[in-house]
């Protein structure tokens, strides 16, 4: 795919469903030095995804692969994806269909690796909605901005609810869902972790196997894996360096081997960065909820493939990106 110039009334567009870009996002962004410094950008706590990061820090896995993991933590997603489209960041660890976003509006930017699955979906406390079919005529708050919503309606949709015609759906901000559940002013929300664990150990449920509706709707196999968060960055930071790609992908593979071969000792660093409860950690490890598979992305082709189909179904994506996407790994 050719890069080419873009204009910034051009990304914003392009970006605008899951993370508007705030203004100056074009700024100069100059190529990238040869540095074990990382420049990344990524999701601060309470989002799953910086769960790695203390692990990163911890254990000194940056220095171990020769690098050094100077992370920018972002509260506001919009800023991250900024940073990253004006080249203030080099590469940042975000929702992979924004990965994508950008570069079918012409970000030069390459799909580096996954990092969790997708660990989102609606709860209730009413004990007669428990499938997607009963959400039919309620009211249910969520996040409508959220990449986590254009999946949801992929779930919906295939259990033959559309949100604009059979639904009543509240747009609040994730605090705002879990507020509005517990003063029973909703019927349902739709949330992600840790605040999904959160509710869930406080008498809430899931409604339906968001994972599976998803699966089924978008025709991948029963097994496949429903990415979220990844790895990707903008090109002239790959290309200057691709011996420094490859340390990247190996200290988040070993952070994750640790975060899934060590729960206690990993759940305790975490819950200290963090500030999320052991116990729901806990709760999402017995649940499956956050899973955290570091794979080079072209690995995944296939399901990444079908995601983006359909993140473009529901409007999340103008196009499907074609191949050029994904990082060339070299086998070593």
């Known amino acids: 795919m050719n890069s080419g110039t873009l204009s910034r009334r051009s990304v914003v567009r392009g970006l605008g469903a899951g993370a508007a870009l705030a203004s100056g996002v074009l700024g100069n962004g100059g190529a990238f030095a040869q540095t074990t410094k990382s420049g990344a950008g990524g999701l601060a706590p309470p989002s799953n995804g910086s769960f790695l990061v203390p692990i990163i820090r911890k254990l000194e896995l940056d220095k ?10 972002y509260s506001d997603p919009s800023i991250l994806y900024s940073d ?13 269909y924004n990965c994508a976003n950008f570069y079918v509006r012409g970000v030069p930017v390459e799909l580096l690796f996954t990092i969790s699955t997708a660990n989102h979906a609606f709860v209730s406390k009413n004990p007669d909605i428990k499938t997607a079919a009963d959400l039919k005529d309620k009211s249910v ?25 059979n639904l009543n759906i509240l747009n609040s901000p994730p605090s705002s869902v879990q507020t509005q559940l517990l003063a029973e002013k909703v019927d349902a929300g739709l949330l992600f972790d840790p605040a999904l664990s959160n509710m869930l150990s406080q008498g809430y449920h899931l409604v339906g196997d968001m994972n599976a509706g998803i699966r089924q709707e978008l025709k991948m196999q029963d097994d496949a894996n429903v990415w979220y968060l990844g790895c990707y960055g903008r090109k002239d930071w790959i290309d ?61 082709k296939k399901n990444l493939d079908a995601l983006f189909s359909g993140f473009k179904e529901v409007g999340f994506l103008t196009d499907v990106p074609d191949a050029g996407v994904y990082y060339p790994w070299k086998k070593s």
Do not use: C
């Open 141 to 165: 708050a969520a996040t409508t901005s959220s990449g986590f919503y254009g999946m949801a309606v992929l779930f919906l949709k295939q259990n033959g609810l559309d949100p604009r015609k």
């Open 84 to 96: 990253l489209a004006s080249g203030r960041s080099s590469h940042i660890f975000g929702a992979i």
């Open 240 to 300: 200057s360096d691709p011996k420094r790609v490859a340390a990247t992908l190996k200290m988040w593979q070993e952070a994750a081997a640790f975060y899934n071969g060590n729960a206690a000792e990993a759940d305790k660093i975490i819950s200290d960065f963090t500030k999320v409860s052991v116990e729901a950690l806990a709760l999402s490890r017995k649940l499956q909820i956050t899973k955290f598979l570091v794979e080079p992305a072209i690995s995944e």
């Open 64 to 73: 171990k692969n020769g690098l050094d993991f100077d992370i920018n933590l």
